[in-house]
């Protein structure tokens, strides 16, 4: 073995000061904990459903599934009332911290604003307020399409508040991803901005809903934020959003919620068709969040001050978008019901310098650092000096989510950022890898900062409460280790997902039915002979570009659009920073002659369809695409030819000759590295 292979697979361990006032302080107790958590989950649940303000105590902590649209995760906190944005805000108010901070937004230009919780709770129940004025009811759904402005975090709890259910469309999404996700849930309110900063200039945000969202039947009004204040396109429906909030009174009572009513529905990529709008619930999610990120990360809040002050609360920071799941749980929800100091930050990492996260940590004193794989190879590129300007020795924890985090990535992070050791038993800052999905509501297996010894690469062990099984095609357990299979948990949690909105069928086949009495994640993972677990990627054909879920058959759909391209194929292909890339297989229209300016057309295309982020970075013309007797396109067999590796078996294939056509045709790319 050679010396860098043993330091991959060596140990790598949390400064040992962290345990000592830590809430689970060894792994023994994790053991412990984990063991009793799936022997009685009712008991394990019951205790951190405490950590919530109920308005109505539930009877029941879980009542099993009962079929007919109640399939494997049951009903958690039944009959429980409460409200999720007094759990963020309210109570703290009432407790007597409503002078102490809640969320810090930082935006590209320096401002910041810290809100307290009093000055937050104020500003909700103003935009509460307005939402109200404009007809939003109850269980409405609202379309929330912002960028990173400190309004997005009080459009969501606004709408908590009052009961809405808010969609959120992340912003680097086109506008006809909006009106898609706004046609499927019925959406009666869209808010977005007028413009969005980014990099240090306003760009168009409303301007790209002309001519769309005239076109979405359940749209009633559209409330603008005023980014910019500039010229912009002007929709009849329109309503200033920025000044009917600020007319309002800071008063709003919050509304009584069902444990089991959905808080929000946030859409997500499949394999097939359109996007699934995955629902969440008011308790179950809230709990599990709360108990998530409390245990991982150890920050002290309002919950548990651990015996500090207040004032002088640990400082949490996750460079998400609230767009993704990310920014939903970690920015919004978890942090603020948790009483802890929550950073938003507007902008991209690397502008106005390349040291933005950095300047960050130093400015606003953060203790708790979580971010994506992608985003720390993109700074690892700039290497150490443009961290070294900074003092960052606030951290106290780092994380990462979203895809593998792998040994560069991942061994830069250990010493440049967290100063850690390296020799025989390397000590340092630990790095959580945390592993979940949009449909799991928070973390399923994830490393407990201050205590778990870590891997590179893997996301350690399971949380509390969570059951992982590692199937084969037949549903029968690998037990091997270092074998690779399906990924998939045998026992629900509050926080999974309850349904598909509108498409309930959709939900069961693509998640329970594979493996009966299992929930499928769709990944492909593997377990070392010390029980670590490691995640290899998808099985299915979602394909992550810097750790944004992709669904190949949306990206197919916006190529397909283009008026010369009869069909097209996707893949993922490896990236230096993203991760993945797109690399796209298209057949044009009969009579079209390829060029490279149709390559680029196509882009622009796709980008103008489905969004900035989504580009197909290599384009390579196909005269047919290798397909399956039932015309099913066989992505496995392009994903080798693509990336230039073994093809194996095309029998199923109804047109084999095709394959060696392709090869020869990516052979004529010759070698494409980013
Ligand atoms: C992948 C993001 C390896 C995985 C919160 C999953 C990961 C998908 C990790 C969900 C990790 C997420 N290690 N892979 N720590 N975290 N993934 O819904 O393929 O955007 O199924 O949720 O990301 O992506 P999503």
Redesign the pocket.
């Known amino acids: 073995m050679s010396e860098s292979d043993k330091e991959k697979q060596k140990k790598y361990y949390p400064e040992p000061e962290l345990a000592k006032n830590a809430r689970v302080k060894s792994m023994d107790d994790y053991n412990n904990i984990w063991k009793q958590s799936i022997d009685n989950p009712d008991k394990f649940w019951d205790k951190e459903a405490k950590m919530v303000d109920w308005f109505k105590p539930y009877s029941k902590v879980w009542q099993s599934p009962k079929g007919d649209g109640d399939d494997f995760v049951g009903k958690w906190f039944v009959d429980g009332k409460l409200n999720v944005c007094y759990n963020c805000l309210d109570r703290w108010v009432e407790k007597g911290y409503g002078d102490q901070k809640s969320l810090i937004w930082m935006g590209e230009d320096d401002t910041l604003k810290e809100y307290t919780f009093a000055s937050l709770k104020d500003k909700v129940c103003k935009a509460a307020n307005a939402l109200k004025e404009l007809g939003v009811k109850k269980g409405d759904r609202v379309c929330i399409w912002l960028p990173m402005v400190d309004d997005l975090a009080i459009s969501m709890l606004a709408c908590a508040r009052i009961g809405a259910i808010h969609s959120i469309v992340f912003g680097g999404f086109s506008a006809e991803s909006v009106k898609d996700r706004i046609d499927d849930s019925d959406c009666k309110i869209l808010i977005t901005a007028d413009e969005v900063m980014r990099a240090g200039r306003a760009r168009p945000m409303k301007d790209n809903l002309k001519g769309i969202i005239e076109t979405c039947p359940s749209i009633e009004k559209v409330a603008v934020v005023k980014v910019t204040n500039g010229d912009v396109y002007e929709y009849e429906k329109d309503v200033n959003y920025t000044a009917l909030i600020e007319k309002q009174s800071t008063e709003c009572p919050c509304e009584e919620m069902d444990a089991e009513d959905p808080l929000f529905i946030l859409y ?1 990529s499949g394999t097939t068709g359109k996007p699934k709008g995955v629902v969440h619930t008011q308790g179950g999610y809230l709990v599990y969040c709360m108990s998530t990120n409390l245990y991982v990360w150890d920050y002290s809040c309002l919950v548990d001050l651990k015996g500090g002050k207040p004032s002088e609360r640990d400082v949490w920071y996750c460079t998400a978008d609230i767009g ?3 920014g939903h749980s970690q920015i919004v929800y978890g942090p603020l019901a948790l009483g802890a100091i929550s950073v938003m930050y507007e902008g991209v990492p690397t502008w106005p310098h390349k040291g933005r996260f950095w300047e960050i940590v130093q400015k606003l004193k953060v203790t708790h650092f979580y971010t994506a794989p992608t985003a720390i190879r993109a700074l690892m590129k700039y290497g150490e000096k443009e961290v070294n300007k900074w003092d960052i020795s606030s951290l106290k924890m780092l994380g ?6 792998n040994w560069p990535e991942w061994i830069w992070y250990w010493k440049v950022i967290g100063k850690g050791s390296t020799g025989e038993k390397p000590v340092g800052k630990p790095i959580v ?8 509501g928070s973390y399923m ?2 490393n407990f900062g201050a205590i778990t010894p870590m891997k590179p690469g893997s ?1 350690t062990f399971p949380f509390f409460g969570i059951n992982p099984k590692l199937l084969d095609e037949d549903g029968n357990e690998v037990k091997n280790t270092n074998t690779q299979a399906y990924f998939a948990y045998d026992m629900p949690w509050p926080g999974l997902m309850r349904t598909v909105w509108g498409n309930h069928e959709r939900f069961v086949s693509t998640y329970l039915s594979k493996f009966p009495g299992h929930y499928y ?3 492909y993972a593997q377990i070392d002979d010390e029980g670590y677990y490691f ?1 290899l ?2 099985a299915d054909d ?1 394909i ?1 570009v810097s ?3 992709l669904g190949s058959a949306e990206v197919e759909s916006a190529i397909n659009s283009h008026p010369k391209v009869a069909e097209s194929a996707v893949c993922p292909y490896p990236h230096s920073i993203k991760g993945s890339t797109i690399f796209a297989f298209v057949t044009l229209m009969e009579g079209v002659d390829p060029s490279e300016d149709l390559k680029k057309e196509i882009q622009n295309h796709t980008r103008s369809v489905a969004g900035p982020t989504v580009k197909p970075e290599v384009i390579m013309f196909a005269d047919a695409l290798p397909k399956t007797r039932s015309g099913k396109i066989m992505r496995r067999i392009l994903k080798a030819i693509a990336t230039q590796s073994e093809i194996g078996n095309t029998m199923t294939l109804a047109n084999p000759d095709v394959v060696q056509h392709l090869v020869e045709e990516r052979a004529k790319l010759g070698k494409i590295e980013f």
Request: proline residues 0%.
């Open positions: 997500t993704w799941i990310t990462t989510v979203g895809e593998v985090c890898d945390s592993y979940w999905q949009t449909e799991t297996m994830v996301c994640t769709g990944d995640i990627g998808r979602v992550k750790g944004h879920r």
